[in-house]
């Protein structure tokens, strides 16, 4: 069985080097380290990056959350000297950034994306919010962003949602903008695929079977289900359990 036909991997996002600890007790495959309080994609500090990368040395194993292109670099000098603290892939929110917005960009989001795809030693990821459409979000389309990742040269595209105070359950949707054609028309890209955005222990087992190549939750493994509360083992042991159960017809 190739990689890719194996079950999705499970992508906790943690706050600390703390909860990361926590996060792969319960069986966590990717420690994504962001903070919660400073948005969907929030940029941690220095200090919390080189502190995840004390206890979880493989580089293969995290992932950064590095903020919102729209929002630039602010000072992201420090993340281009992580030597080997530097994560595997780095991610990048997509709001402001609407592709059929071309003619009046007041800023040029798809060189900053390829300035970081270009510059140093790791994958970036495109996180792409469900609820992209939402006065103040004005992001990335799902119907835009394969192709746009594609041209850019990034590894993947992260489905999330931006306004995490009334969480979009954009999976439970009618006509949900992100389809398992939408997966597999990525995949067969060559792009790897995340799903997220408030994923809970009904949703995760049916968005398996979309075969995406991770499964990525926050509020779903903290101590009640909210994303600014800790990490609870025991949960995400549920939640890899939900995984670890799909059948291989599911699976492939
Ligand atoms: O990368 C995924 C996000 O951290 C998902 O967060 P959430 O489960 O709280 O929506």
Redesign the pocket.
Same mark, same amino acid.
Request: proline content about 9%.
């Given at each position: 069985m190739s990689e890719r036909q194996k079950r999705p991997k499970l992508?906790v996002?943690v706050a600390s080097a703390t909860e990361a600890v926590e996060a792969l007790q319960g069986g966590a495959d990717l420690i994504?380290l962001?903070r *919660?309080d400073r948005g *969907?994609?929030g940029r941690p500090d220095a200090s919390d990056v080189l502190d995840l990368a004390r206890i979880l040395p493989d580089p293969h194993q995290r992932s950064l959350?590095l903020g919102e292109l729209a929002d630039g670099p602010p000072d992201l000098h420090w993340v281009a000297h992580l030597g080997e603290a530097r994560p595997r892939f780095v991610k990048f929110g997509t709001s402001r950034c609407r592709a059929s917005d071309d003619q009046t960009p007041s800023f040029s989001w798809r060189e900053r994306a390829r300035a970081w795809v270009e510059s140093h030693d790791w994958q970036v990821i495109l996180?792409i919010y469900a609820d992209f459409d939402q006065p103040g979000v004005n992001g990335l389309e799902p119907t835009r962003a394969v192709e746009e990742a594609h041209a850019l040269g990034c590894a993947g595209l992260?489905v999330?949602?931006f306004d995490?105070a009334n *969480?979009t359950r954009w999976y439970r949707q009618p006509a949900p903008p992100i389809t398992p054609d939408w997966v597999a028309h990525a995949r067969a890209s060559g792009l790897l695929v995340?799903l997220?955005?408030?994923?809970d222990a009904q949703a995760i087992p049916r968005l398996a079977t979309w075969q995406p190549d991770f499964i990525?939750?926050?509020?779903?493994?903290c101590l009640h289900g909210d994303?600014r509360g800790p990490i609870d083992p025991r949960r995400v042991e549920h939640l890899r359990l939900l995984l670890d159960q799909m059948s291989p017809d599911e699976a492939l």
């Amino acid at each position: 069985m190739s990689e890719r036909q194996k079950r999705p991997k499970l992508l906790v996002s943690v706050a600390s080097a703390t909860e990361a600890v926590e996060a792969l007790q319960g069986g966590a495959d990717l420690i994504d380290l962001k903070r *919660p309080d400073r948005g *969907p994609l929030g940029r941690p500090d220095a200090s919390d990056v080189l502190d995840l990368a004390r206890i979880l040395p493989d580089p293969h194993q995290r992932s950064l959350a590095l903020g919102e292109l729209a929002d630039g670099p602010p000072d992201l000098h420090w993340v281009a000297h992580l030597g080997e603290a530097r994560p595997r892939f780095v991610k990048f929110g997509t709001s402001r950034c609407r592709a059929s917005d071309d003619q009046t960009p007041s800023f040029s989001w798809r060189e900053r994306a390829r300035a970081w795809v270009e510059s140093h030693d790791w994958q970036v990821i495109l996180g792409i919010y469900a609820d992209f459409d939402q006065p103040g979000v004005n992001g990335l389309e799902p119907t835009r962003a394969v192709e746009e990742a594609h041209a850019l040269g990034c590894a993947g595209l992260l489905v999330d949602t931006f306004d995490k105070a009334n *969480p979009t359950r954009w999976y439970r949707q009618p006509a949900p903008p992100i389809t398992p054609d939408w997966v597999a028309h990525a995949r067969a890209s060559g792009l790897l695929v995340a799903l997220a955005g408030s994923l809970d222990a009904q949703a995760i087992p049916r968005l398996a079977t979309w075969q995406p190549d991770f499964i990525a939750v926050r509020s779903a493994a903290c101590l009640h289900g909210d994303r600014r509360g800790p990490i609870d083992p025991r949960r995400v042991e549920h939640l890899r359990l939900l995984l670890d159960q799909m059948s291989p017809d599911e699976a492939l």
